[in-house]
């Protein structure tokens, strides 16, 4: 499990239709979708921070759930390639 996760974790809107999108979960309901991302981050090891952010991989794929720290708030879900990780950490 993540050491990171929290299980008081808010959920934005866009985060929730995202998840559907990236996890193919389209026609499942809220609460289905929120325990997919919560199998999920369990399932997770692979963890960076940048700015505030928290980038949790789902189950350890490129599709990463990024968590404002400050308010414990899932924001979005993104995929995000070895570069794309690189050029956020500034190493690229």
């Known amino acids: 499990m993540s050491y990171y996760y929290k299980p ?5 809107v866009h985060a929730l239709q995202r998840a559907r999108e990236r ?7 809220d609460w289905e979708v929120k325990e997919s991302i919560k199998n999920h981050i369990h399932n997770s090891t692979k963890t960076f921070r940048i700015n505030g ?5 789902a189950s350890n794929t490129n599709i990463f759930f990024v968590i404002n720290e400050s308010s414990n708030t899932l ?3 993104t995929l995000v390639s070895a570069e794309k990780q690189l050029r956020l950490m500034g190493g690229w």
């Open 8 to 12: 008081s974790m808010g959920y934005s």
């Open 23 to 29: 996890l193919n979960l389209k026609d499942k309901a």
């Open 53 to 57: 952010m928290l980038y949790l991989s």
């Open 75 to 77: 924001v979005t879900v």
